[in-house]
């Protein structure tokens, strides 16, 4: 495996979790069957069309998704926003082994990640 294509090895965490996550992200709330349906097969073209950068420009809208969601007290949003958080911070820690520049690329949301995740863990979440 190329280092264009090294990416590839990290998905199976995403491509499980994020679905359901994301769906709820981006509806901003309780979703049908369809709607996770329609983000799991987003997902899977990603993936299978391989396309690095694309699939680098989705994880950066998962991480818009989740600070939209920053500020809601639905508890469904913040498991949504904290599950999401996780996946792709694992996965962007992940691509600092790997060869290539997609670590460069996800620096900037690898900070806000770890930021998130510090606000989550302050007294009352930060505030």
Do not use: F
Request: charge should be positive; hydrophobic fraction near 40%; avoid cysteine.
């Amino acid at each position: 495996m190329s280092g264009r294509d090294a990416w590839l090895s990290l998905t199976p965490e995403p491509e499980r979790e994020l679905p359901p996550t994301v769906a709820t992200l981006r509806a901003g709330g309780p979703v049908t069957a369809e709607e996770v349906e329609r983000e799991r097969a987003r997902v899977e073209r990603l993936v299978v069309r391989a396309r690095r950068h694309a699939w680098l420009a989705y994880m950066g809208t998962v991480v818009a998704l989740i600070e939209r969601a920053g500020a809601s007290r639905d508890p469904r949003l913040v498991q949504a926003r904290e599950l999401a958080r996780q996946v792709v911070h694992n996965h962007h820690q992940l691509l600092l082994g790997l060869p290539g520049g997609a670590a460069d690329r996800t620096a900037e949301q690898r900070s806000a990640l770890d930021a998130m995740a510090r606000a989550s863990q302050s007294p009352k979440g930060g505030q």
